[in-house]
């Protein structure tokens, strides 16, 4: 990571151009004989006159030595603890190059980080590309990142103490240059010219840099962004000065009396720090020489790319449509969404989002050139379909691990292809290779199922490649039912449980008896079949339990495994459903374990007729408790799919209690290992039911069986 000799290979003098030569702690030109020291083996070739950051410089020096003493990322958990924004961005390198799997970066790739701050980005490059150079200004941050690099055992970095406006690099030689949060900076950096002319002598700069078919990575705020309309603060430090003309801001930062707490304003108090809309960048982008430039929606922002979304009026409303239908937010007033819902569709969303990623191409792409990974030769989905210009909408979970792209033909308002990434050699790649396997087993058997008005993805290909494994698959017809019933009104999700959600929970009982035997399952571990530590729910659940569990050991009954709201898709003309996600399918499970992960799922979008407030925690199970435990239209509803489900498939009676307590169980540990905070939520219901039996929508069919005593 560091300077050794021989001299490095793409370093320049920031002068004249001409290569380094290093010499003990120096380094130097060899044409017109300017040098720097290397201190800590990083050349230091800029030194600023003041220190710059977004925390303070006792922090950013003590942040330091807590990281060499232990460790880097303790030390950002410590100094953080109360700033989960600044933690994020330094501890969570895998979402914040999200955008990697867009690129199409080869093994042999050569990229470089401007402005690298604490080193997150340039993380996630030293693991998707060769060779890395990552250019920082202020030393204590250059330090950091020395850290932990060495502490992660990444030596393909090489460090650079360098100033943006003089990057001490050689052109033509990176496939890829990431610029994140760094060009509204520049004219602060280099008072010698207005800003916009130091702007585009960067951006040339950085495009002379790229190798023919490189790309630069940019990501920036939108000028006219919709929040900077709400009062959002600017670079300057103050609200609305993006908005204002040029000149109106410098005389408003004249004479304004507030605190600039990310910068120190120049001496002059003039307004440097210039942002754009979409047309200003691709007029400026367009200038400094670039061929092709793609924009994307970064939501959050560009420092939390948890979903980029292409700007076109498609993309922006399937991505709308999602984030209005996540369930978390299914109890909070609807309006807004369907507002910003209905702008999207209207294609009005776009000249005023938030935050940009922008990756802008050196040339023109030239059709032979590899391209992202699911277009490679070869991943061509079937049955002819031709995408012309597709745009990919990728999206990440927060942990950062695995990219869902779905690839949208121009003007389509569905996506016709899924390609999945995460990077290679993780537990991510694994269940990637291992979702692809099970789902080219299982699609063929089930396709053979004429009765059952059901569909799966149909795979298409996985590859690995630079780093990334991909698979790709087909996309479902029709949208999820997360989608479809949160946007409803009360009676709206009752008929919509009535109806849609019924028939899909039908389809969920019938499909693990479908499934019985499937050999790329996984077998249920015992231990899902027990009540969770520090939960005492009596000695005759947990022996209940225990011969269940044996019993549907032997079944070999095979489900989903995750047969959700968000996983279930709907495709109303066809009246059909359709699964994805075939992540983890698990034999051993009681018949209505996919049926009650549905109904189960479906709790947050029951609106509480007496709006109580409450916890989020509490929420659920007053949902659950309305659902299951009550005489309210929706337990009317509940008992009545529940009752038609259970004599179902072969006329096999199933003891509906005793499989809503099995499936609760399971559940809760499903979630206590992937999303620990909703497992606690869920150890809850379990406790509800257990103390409220009596009480249960189906109490009346209990009484059939013999056996199920769940209390003793
Ligand atoms: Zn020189």
Redesign the pocket.
């Known amino acids: 990571m560091i300077f050794e000799s021989p001299t490095p290979s793409l370093a320049?003098?920031?002068?004249?151009?001409?290569g380094?030569a290093v010499d003990g702690n120096q380094i130097s030109?060899?044409?017109?004989?300017?040098d720097w020291k290397i201190r800590n083996g990083i050349p230091r070739f800029f030194d600023p006159v003041y220190y710059w950051g977004e925390v303070p410089l006792g922090e950013a020096q003590s942040l330091q030595s807590d990281a060499q003493k232990h460790g880097w990322r303790q030390a950002v958990e410590k100094h953080f603890e109360n700033d989960r924004v600044m933690a994020y961005s330094i501890l969570q390198w895998q979402s914040r190059a999200s955008w990697l799997p867009l690129l199409g970066l080869s093994e042999d790739a050569t990229a470089l980080d401007i402005g690298s701050g604490y080193g997150a980005i340039t993380h996630a490059l030293a693991r998707a590309a060769k060779e890395v150079y990552s250019v920082e200004a202020i030393p204590e941050r250059v330090e950091f990142t020395s850290i932990r690099l060495q502490q992660e055992g990444l030596t393909n970095v090489r460090l650079i103490q360098g100033s943006a406006t003089e990057l001490p690099l050689r052109e033509n030689v990176f496939d890829l240059i990431v610029v994140n949060g760094v060009l509204e900076w520049v004219g602060e950096w280099d008072l010698g010219a207005p800003p916009q002319d130091v702007q585009l002598r960067f951006l040339r700069k950085v495009h002379r840099m790229l190798k023919p078919g490189g790309v630069c990575l940019l990501g920036i705020e939108n000028r006219i962004g919709y929040g900077n309309f709400r009062g959002a603060l600017d670079h300057s430090g103050l609200p609305y000065t993006s908005l204002m003309p040029r000149w109106l801001s410098s005389l408003v930062l004249r004479y304004s009396q507030r605190a600039h707490h990310r910068t120190r304003l120049n001496a002059k108090r003039e307004y440097r720090t210039y942002t754009y809309s979409e047309l200003g960048y691709r007029r400026i982008l367009g200038k400094s020489g670039f061929g092709a430039v793609s924009f994307y929606l970064a939501d959050p922002g560009y420092n939390r790319p948890l979903s980029l979304v292409p700007l076109q009026r498609n993309a922006l409303a399937a991505h709308t449509l999602r984030v209005a239908s996540e369930p978390i937010l299914g109890s909070r007033p609807r309006w807004p969404r369907l507002v910003k819902l209905y702008l999207s569709r209207l294609g009005l969303l776009r000249p005023f989002v938030p935050e940009f990623v922008i990756i802008a191409s050196k040339d023109v792409p030239d059709a032979t050139r590899k391209t992202a990974g699911w277009r490679r030769a070869g991943a061509v989905p079937p049955g002819g379909m031709h995408l012309d210009e597709p745009s990919q909408y990728l999206s990440i979970g927060p942990a950062g691990t695995k990219a869902v792209i779905r690839i949208f033909g121009s003007g389509d308002s569905a996506p016709s292809v899924i390609a999945k990434a995460s990077p290679s050699n993780a537990k991510a790649d694994e269940s990637l290779i291992s979702a692809f396997r099970v789902l080219s087993s299982l699609q063929p058997r089930l396709s053979e199922e004429r009765e059952l008005p059901f569909s799966t993805p149909t795979p298409v290909e996985s590859f690995s490649q630079a780093g990334w494994h991909f698979t790709v698959e087909t996309a479902v017809p029709g949208r999820p039912l997360s989608e479809l019933i949160f946007l409803r009104s009360h009676r709206g999700r009752l008929a919509f449980l009535r109806n849609e959600l019924a028939q899909c929970v039908e389809i969920a009982a019938k499909l693990p008896h479908i499934l019985k035997g499937t050999v790329a399952a996984h077998k249920i571990d015992p231990e899902w079949y027990e009540i969770p530590k520090g939960m005492d729910l009596g000695p005759g659940v947990e022996r209940t339990l225990a011969a269940e569990s044996a019993k549907w050991a032997k079944e070999e009954l095979c489900a989903h495994g995750d047969f959700t709201i968000e996983n279930v898709f709907w495709d109303k003309d066809a009246e059909k459903a359709s699964v994805i996600d075939w992540e983890l399918p698990i034999q051993g499970v009681p018949p209505l374990y996919d049926a009650f992960t549905l109904l189960f799922s479906s709790l947050p979008a029951l609106d509480l007729e007496h709006r109580i407030i409450s916890s989020t925690d509490e929420r659920l199970t007053q949902q659950f408790q309305a659902a299951f435990f009550s005489t309210g239209p929706w337990a009317t509803t509940n008992r009545e799919i529940l009752q038609r489900i259970s004599t179902t498939p072969s006329g096999a009676d199933s003891d509906i209690w005793q499989e809503l307590v099995l499936s609760l169980v399971i559940r809760t540990r499903y979630f206590l290992w992937r999303q620990p905070s909703l497992g606690r939520q869920y150890s809850r219901l379990l406790e509800y039911a257990v103390q409220h039996e009596p009480l249960f929508v189906c109490g009346a069919h209990r009484s059939r069986r013999s056996t199920p005593s769940s209390r003793s």
């Open positions: 320049a003098c920031p002068r004249c151009g001409t380094l030109c060899t044409g017109c004989g300017s």
